[in-house]
T-cell receptor, first 112, second 109 residues
């Protein structure tokens, strides 16, 4: 069965802290994605990766960076968390860029 | 904007009734996908319809696509309490998915 896991379901951090969100998929998918989801705005793409060590900016990359050292793992990094980064963060993977995406359960991040 | 726009934003119906939600878009697409999100299970893929297809079925789900009108509809027949969720359309326009803001569906017992 397809599985995407995220390191935390809930996370509370303080302004200025460095935050790591990890995502692991067990499907040998080439593509991985990080989205944030805010009420009324749907899903917005932060970064995606189509191969190990490759990354591409999405629609809202500012304030974020990513790392993909291994095919199964895609990390989202908030270098200096700010209150406007309080959101639900969703990780997904897919065999190709526009194929069905498989999502993790999400991490609800609160920045105080 | 390339974003898909779902309509209505919210829908409340009685259990057993049919639910229809719509997605309109502005750009050309390769395919259109529908996803469901509820609090217990996160985002789950429901159905994918390609630009050269007009209709697709999966169990109680029926999706139509009209590329001339740039719109799609998702019909859920004989709704159940477990169908309570938010439903999103996602457009494959340039080998990435562009997401709408979703329709919140509530099934009343």
């Amino acid at each position: 069965d397809v599985k995407v896991t995220q390191s935390s379901r809930y996370l509370v951090k303080r302004t200025g802290e460095k935050v790591f969100l990890e995502c692991v998929q067990d499907m040998d998918h080439e593509n991985m994605f990080w989205y944030r989801q805010d009420p009324g705005l749907g899903l917005r793409l932060i970064y995606f990766s189509y191969d190990v060590k490759m990354k591409e900016k999405g629609d809202i990359p500012e304030g974020y960076s990513v790392s993909r050292e291994k095919k199964e793992r895609f990390s989202l990094i908030l270098e200096s968390a700010s209150t406007n980064q309080t959101s639900m963060y969703l990780c997904a993977s897919s065999p190709t860029g526009a194929d069905t995406q498989y999502f993790g359960p999400g991490t609800r991040l609160t920045v105080l | 904007s390339q974003q898909g726009e779902e309509d209505p934003q919210a829908l409340s119906i009685q259990e057993g009734e049919n639910a229809t939600m719509n997605c309109s878009y502005k750009t050309s697409i390769n395919n259109l996908q529908w996803y469901r999100q509820n609090s217990g299970r996160g985002l789950v893929h429901l159905i994918l319809i390609r630009s050269n297809e007009r209709e697709k079925h999966s169990g109680r789900l029926r999706v139509t696509l009209d590329t001339s009108k740039k719109s799609s509809s998702l019909l859920i027949t004989a709704s159940r309490a477990a169908d309570t969720a938010s439903y999103f359309c996602a457009l494959d326009s340039n080998y990435q998915l562009i997401w709408g803001a979703g329709t919140k569906l509530i099934i009343k017992p």
